[in-house]
């Protein structure tokens, strides 16, 4: 995951060996940069980049991908100036992702808003975006149905406005504080609990 979004944004050998240190195990020895490289190597050998590399180039002054642009991004229209190349190589390869899950996350915020007591979003607040979490306060006594709930405004939004043909899935997980590594927990009876770490 880690090269696959790295090499899609342009980042070279010494930044990906870089990331890929800083993410390794405690016992794990250290990648060497040469390691990297015929990672690299291999990536590009799968999945002949090229092509993509020379029309983000193309967008720059002189067509090299030096200095800065503005970008448009794919399908939602969005102008990004003064970008680099890997920004402008990783904004067309993320970007439509991160517009869908901003639209998303507006189409919450103001279901959460308008709702009134009864409505499965009622009392429920968005706080916080974390990377591809979309983490929101709701009362312990309705948690079960406001994560469905939310759950399907997400997927919702993104598959009817953004991403018609990849369908998206997601799962809620409920906690107590944040964890990356949280995961849905049911009950026996089939209800959204808590997660809690072991």
């Keep these: 995951k880690v090269v ?6 342009g980042m070279g050998v010494r930044r990906l060996c ?5 993410l390794r195990d405690d016992n794990a020895p250290p990648i060497t940069e040469y390691e990297t490289k015929q990672i690299l190597e291999a990536w590009y050998a799968s999945w ?13 002054q002189g067509g090299e991908g030096n200095g800065t642009t503005a970008i448009k991004q794919y399908i939602t229209g969005r102008v990004r100036g003064q970008v680099t190349f890997t920004e402008a190589a990783n904004g067309f390869f993320s970007g439509l992702a991160v517009d869908a899950i901003k639209d998303a996350i507006s189409e919450l915020g103001e279901l959460c808003l308008l709702s009134q007591p009864g409505d499965p979003l009622y009392n429920v607040h968005p706080v916080l975006y974390i990377h591809d979490e979309v983490i929101t306060e709701v009362p312990i006594a309705t948690a079960h149905v406001a994560a469905m709930e939310q759950t399907r405004v997400q997927v919702d939004t993104v598959n009817a406005r953004w991403l018609p043909d990849v369908p998206v899935r997601a799962e809620p997980a409920l906690m107590r504080r944040w964890y990356k590594n949280a995961e849905a927990v049911y009950d026996s009876n089939g209800m959204l609990i808590p997660w809690e770490p072991k």
């Design 48 to 60: 002949e980049p090229k092509a993509y590399f020379d029309s983000v180039k193309s967008l720059f």
């Design 4 to 9: 696959n979004f790295g090499a899609w944004g």
């Design 18 to 22: 870089e990331l890929l240190n800083s």
